[in-house]
């Protein structure tokens, strides 16, 4: 297995090439045209996808781009009505400058290779969504060991294009593991294509479920490979992973409207995902439910850890996506960047470690003197991402008290029992409501945490200051244990500073009437002035805003269908006896619903990759993100780990 990092790379002729294995990223003669003849004409994508409404394409080395680049640019001029989806796998990730040279010799596709680096992400281990023209051609970028990667997808492909390195060269990527991983995520009739004609790749293929043949090679070489899976022998069934646990199987929904309950972040998120996938969507808004995406500016900066789990790579992916989300881009203080302060030195070496586990690249992360620095993070304005992540989606004021299934149908009751809106799919992006609303609807469940999914509420203050009367301040993001805004100007067109924020447990009880304090207040600011300097000349003009969070224990959120409680504790009660058993089959779900909650103060980041996890999981895409974060996202979680730690606690949750 290649060791994960940055691409090594030398130039032959303006044709890239790879110093580790010795070879060409494309044909020296035309690569774009080789992509076009290889690849789109031998996996006969063109034709295939003429009578499809979503094309889902596997790669197995992503390398310049090109081959994504060449079929973006097919469907633009055979002006394809599917929406693509092209999953493609990296270990070693092209920098911009290599980037930027390899698409500058083709011409013809220099627009869309200059809107692939745009939205490029850093080089972080782990699986990466982007979208172009508006959803209709979406990238699912793999960085990682090719056969590891798509070990983790849940998806069905219709076309693989496989291109790495020649097998004589880098034999870690033409492996027999590999290659049960195309036969496992292959659609009927799936095709597939490949440059090489080497003996071992035809023969791995076959033995995994594809009639193989040699055809004309292009340019100089003689014979390549083109092939169709056909599974006679069924070796092949579910595609979910084999490393996704069953009571947290992804499951996908066929209604072409969805009603969302919550139009905060979580739920405009989910909105907008599904609209990229042409789904329609209707956001019900209580008049009195208190939002945390009300505050007047949100922060965006990775949560960074040192152990390479799947947690980190949640974190990193979600925030390399929030800032390149087209909602985003024009919401950001002028002032982008985000310094974290090290004002004792005290940080350095937690700095310097992040620095090399991360390897991202300057424009993504460094140092400056002793403080950490990411030019591409920094401060957004809440209200504004949010009026563009719902612009074309239909809005209805209502306070939903409960949910009814009625036949097919989902009924969104207010207080009265009257039905506020008739659907088939339902998520509930609600917050701390979310169990409430799921106990009075009858499809909840308490444990002894409480109801579930278990949240907690936690009380935020923060301090609005005049821009100009904060002097002595530099205007770029700050994060000292702490945090001061960029300005951003708020709905009186005035520019403002935000400083905080305060964690504060909350009781249920008292979350109507959370409020600032003066105490917080005066704590806030003694914090900022230790840490940064600087005065405020007009103390007058400090407003203080004080919100809540819906905060989970683990720190993750949930995401994910909403469960038969009682199904679930039947199917996994062998969990309690041993956590290694294997379950006999997924427990119930209630078809149809859905929830994401429990985004905590990273609303903005989390919003959008979970959103779109959501989307793609609704609407039986490929999820775009890793099996490893599926179980650590559902919103069963609690309970299963409640069950498997049953004969610590010798308790059991309450149905």
């Known amino acids: 297995?290649?060791?994960?990092?940055?691409?090594?790379?030398?130039?032959?002729?303006?044709?890239?090439?790879?110093?580790?294995?010795?070879?060409?990223?494309?044909?020296?003669?035309?690569?774009?045209?080789?992509?076009?003849?290889?690849?789109?004409?031998?996996?006969?994508?063109?034709?295939?996808?003429?009578?499809?409404?979503?094309?889902?394409?596997?790669?197995?080395?992503?390398?310049?781009?090109?081959?994504?680049?060449?079929?973006?640019?097919?469907?633009?001029?055979?002006?394809?009505?599917?929406?693509?989806?092209?999953?493609?796998?990296?270990?070693?990730?092209?920098?911009?400058?290599?980037?930027?040279?390899a698409h500058s010799h083709f011409p013809a596709i220099a627009e869309l290779g200059r809107e692939l680096r745009q939205a490029m992400p850093p080089p972080a281990k782990g699986f990466h969504i982007r979208h172009f023209d508006g959803g209709r051609i979406s990238l699912l970028l793999m960085y990682g060991d090719a056969a590891e990667a798509y070990s983790t997808l849940n998806a069905r492909i219709d076309a693989w294009y496989l291109d790495g390195f020649a097998p004589a060269k880098n034999k870690s990527m033409w492996t027999d593991d590999l290659f049960y991983q195309l036969g496992r995520l292959s659609a009927p009739e799936s095709t597939l294509a490949t440059f090489t004609a080497a003996g071992f790749v035809k023969r791995g293929l076959a033995s995994v479920g594809f009639d193989m043949r040699k055809t004309s090679g292009f340019g100089r070489k003689r014979e390549r490979l083109v092939g169709t899976f056909s599974d006679t022998k069924q070796l092949h069934g579910d595609p979910i992973p084999a490393n996704i646990s069953k009571w947290a199987h992804p499951v996908s929904c066929s209604s072409r409207h969805v009603a969302i309950l919550g139009g905060g972040i979580a739920g405009a998120s989910v909105a907008y995902a599904l609209g990229l996938r042409g789904v329609k969507c209707t956001i019900i808004e209580s008049p009195d439910a208190p939002k945390a995406s009300s505050l007047p500016a949100a922060i965006m900066a990775p949560r960074f850890m040192l152990d390479d789990t799947p947690d980190r790579g949640f974190f990193s992916s979600a925030f390399a996506f929030s800032i390149s989300h087209s909602a985003y881009a024009t919401t950001f203080s002028k002032h982008q960047g985000i310094r974290y302060i090290d004002k004792s030195g005290q940080k350095?070496?937690?700095?310097?470690?992040?620095?090399?586990?991360?390897?991202?690249?300057?424009?993504?992360?460094?140092?400056?003197?002793?403080?950490?620095?990411?030019?591409?993070?920094?401060?957004?304005?809440?209200?504004?991402?949010?009026?563009?992540?719902?612009?074309?989606?239909?809005?209805?004021?209502?306070?939903?008290?409960?949910?009814?299934?009625?036949?097919?149908?989902?009924?969104?009751?207010?207080?009265?029992?009257?039905?506020?809106?008739?659907?088939?799919?339902?998520?509930?992006?609600?917050?701390l409501a979310t169990p409430h609303i799921l106990n009075n609807s009858g499809l909840g469940i308490e444990t002894t945490q409480g109801l579930e999914p278990a949240q907690r509420p936690s009380g935020g203050q923060l301090e609005i200051v005049d821009a100009m009367a904060l002097v002595g301040v530099s205007e770029q993001t700050l994060s000292y244990g702490g945090y001061a805004s960029a300005p951003l100007e708020n709905e009186d067109k005035k520019s403002v500073r935000t400083i905080g924020t305060s964690f504060e447990p909350l009781e249920n009880r008292s979350l109507k009437n959370h409020k600032t304090k003066k105490s917080t207040q005066t704590k806030i600011f003694q914090n900022f002035f230790e840490m940064i300097g600087g005065t405020i000349e007009d103390t007058g003009s400090i407003q203080s805003w004080a919100g809540v969070r819906a905060t989970v224990a683990d720190h993750m959120p949930y995401a994910g269908p909403v469960p038969v409680w009682e199904d679930l504790l039947e199917v996994c009660a062998p969990l309690s006896q041993d956590a290694t058993n294997e379950l006999e089959r997924p427990p119930a779900v209630h078809e149809g619903l859905y929830c994401l909650t429990g985004l905590g103060s990273k609303g903005f980041q989390y919003g959008p990759l979970l959103g779109d996890y959501l989307a793609a999981m609704i609407t039986g895409e490929a999820i775009p993100i890793p099996s490893t974060l599926i179980a650590k996202l559902h919103p069963a979680r609690s309970v299963v780990k409640s069950l498997i730690r049953q004969n610590n606690r010798g308790s059991m949750p309450k149905t």
């Open 1 to 101: 297995m290649p060791k994960f990092g940055r691409a090594d790379v030398s130039w032959r002729d303006g044709v890239p090439i790879s110093t580790v294995f010795d070879d060409p990223y494309y044909s020296l003669e035309n690569g774009l045209e080789e992509s076009r003849f290889v690849f789109l004409s031998g996996a006969d994508v063109i034709r295939r996808s003429s009578n499809k409404d979503l094309f889902n394409i596997g790669e197995t080395g992503f390398g310049s781009g090109l081959n994504f680049l060449a079929t973006w640019d097919a469907w633009r001029r055979h002006n394809i009505r599917a929406r693509l989806v092209f999953v493609s796998a990296e270990a070693n990730p092209m920098d911009m400058v290599h980037l930027s040279k």
């Open 348 to 431: 350095k070496e937690r700095f310097h470690r992040i620095l090399k586990e991360y390897a991202w690249s300057e424009d993504w992360l460094g140092l400056d003197e002793n403080d950490l620095v990411l030019p591409k993070a920094g401060t957004i304005s809440p209200m504004l991402v949010l009026n563009k992540l719902t612009k074309n989606v239909k809005k209805v004021t209502a306070k939903v008290m409960r949910i009814e299934k009625c036949k097919s149908k989902w009924l969104l009751q207010d207080h009265n029992h009257e039905t506020v809106l008739e659907t088939d799919c339902v998520v509930l992006a609600t917050g």
